[in-house]
C-alpha cells in the first residue's frame, strides 16, 4: 500500500523505519490508524514543506507497538497511533523551523520538541497532532529534549 496522505506524504515514507528487522510488520499499520496519518500530514507536514518549499525528511512517522518497544519508545507515544513525526528539513537549521511552527505558523499541534541533540545541536524535530486526537493537556505544549529531561519553553 503505498497511498498519498497529502500531496507530499505518502504512506509509505511514514511507515519507514532503519530498524529493518520492524520495516515489514511497521508497513501494516491497523487502516482504522490510517486516518490520523492522513491527518498528521494534511494539517502539519504539508503545511510546513509548502512554507519552506523543500522536502521534509522523515525519520520517524507511525511505529508499530514491536518496533516501539525495540527502540525504547514511550508506551504511550503518539507514533503508534500515527499522531507523530520526527522529521528535518534538509539545508535549514532546525530552530528556524521550530521557531517558525511555534511562533509563526498558527498551525495547531499536540506537543513540538525540539530533540535528538548530538555535540550540542538538535537532530531532528517532534510534532504531534492535538485535539481532537489527544488530551487537552497536551496541545500546543513546547518542549526541548536533551536526551535526558523535557523542558518546557
Not at 539545508?91 to 505558523?105: H, M, N
Request: glycine fraction near 6%; hydrophobic fraction near 35%.
Amino acid at each position: 500500500m503505498n497511498t498519498q496522505l497529502s500531496k507530499n506524504f505518502s504512506f509509505l515514507e511514514m511507515t519507514i523505519t532503519e530498524n529493518r528487522k520492524f520495516l515489514s510488520q511497521n508497513r501494516q499499520a491497523p487502516e482504522k490508524l490510517v486516518e490520523s496519518g492522513v491527518q498528521l500530514c494534511q494539517t502539519l507536514l504539508q503545511p510546513i514543506r509548502d512554507h519552506y518549499g523543500k522536502p521534509l525528511v522523515v525519520h520517524s512517522g507511525y511505529r508499530c507497538p514491536a518496533l516501539n518497544k525495540a527502540i525504547g519508545g514511550s508506551v504511550t507515544s503518539q507514533h503508534c497511533k500515527f499522531e507523530a513525526c520526527d522529521f528535518h528539513i534538509i539545508e535549514t537549521p532546525l530552530t528556524e523551523i521550530f521557531d517558525w511552527i511555534r511562533l509563526k505558523s498558527n498551525l495547531k499541534w499536540g506537543q513540538l520538541i525540539l530533540e535528538g541533540w548530538s555535540m550540542g545541536h538538535p537532530s531532528w524535530i517532534h510534532i504531534s497532532l492535538g485535539e481532537p486526537y489527544r488530551e487537552p493537556s497536551k496541545c500546543q505544549q513546547v518542549m526541548t529534549f536533551d536526551g535526558k529531561k523535557y523542558q518546557s519553553i
